[in-house]
């Protein structure tokens, strides 16, 4: 049964761009782990510059070896530091989906 990962990633709004940029490259390496990335929502209202992506995973072990897959690639370090500057906060949280959900 598959699990989710939702993250909600709190960006500063002067790096709007070069996140969304980096994140257009980042998620065709991730994918290639077998992650799927099901939503990708930015806030219109409430604490604005906040992302929120909704990715499904095999199961727990999976988003280890995700993580690892994507440190493994080698503009990783490039990823990262444009990452650092544009992200203020990030907060993972692992879902199971209910069963009356379609």
Known sequence: MSIFL???????????????????EWVPII??????????????T???NTVIDIWELEDMAHMDRGFQH???HPRF??????????????TLVVLQKFSYAS
Do not use: C, N, P
Not at 6 to 24: L, S
Not at 80 to 85: A, C, F, H, I, Q
């Open 46 to 48: 409430g604490r604005l």
């Open 70 to 72: 994507l440190m493994a």
């Open 31 to 44: 994918e290639t782990s077998g992650w799927k990335l099901h939503a990708a929502y930015m806030h219109r």
């Open 77 to 90: 370090g490039e990823f990262k530091r444009v990452l650092d500057e544009t992200v203020k906060r990030e």
């Open 6 to 24: 939702q993250a909600t990633i709190e960006i500063d709004g002067a790096g709007y761009q070069r996140f969304v940029q980096t994140m257009a």
